[in-house]
């Protein structure tokens, strides 16, 4: 905290008043992250969120969302990395770290009830939630995208096909 009110040109005791302790400091970092914004923007409004709801089939639904992670990732997965790391010494830390697992959990199950209503999901759909939930991660950006080299949009098309292959019913050629 004194290095982010030393960076600010603040004292310490006003980075207290104004963000609060190291945990809502990490969640303003996050929530600035995700929405790519100076403030935290709700999930429903966000663009992306809207285009996705707005698109007719669980393929294009899973495209918007896929292309939309890259993006997301190039500012959280570093954010993310941090908060686990210090998860383990700081409790408020790691009590943030899973209040935002569980939120991106409940997240993807509304995406899984958007793609089921389309009548396209070939599992059910909290087997679909989980599986975007565990390849939408922040950690496997930064292995793909960081550590392998690949880049954001090879690993968006790879996380679209990947979902598109485990979850959707194949398309019936017409008769």
Known sequence: MGAVAERA???VDTVYTLVGRKPDLFRLLIESAISGRDEAV???ERDYVQRIQAEPSAAGKLELYAA?????HARLAPLVAVLQAAASVEPGLADLWTEIAERRARNMRQLAAELAETGQLAVPPDEAADVIWATNSPELFLLLVHQRGWTPDRYARW???TWQRLLLAPPHPPP
């Open 9 to 11: 040109g603040v004292a």
């Open 42 to 44: 709700p999930a429903q």
């Open 68 to 72: 939309a992670l890259p993006l997301i």
């Open 159 to 161: 996380l679209a096909d």
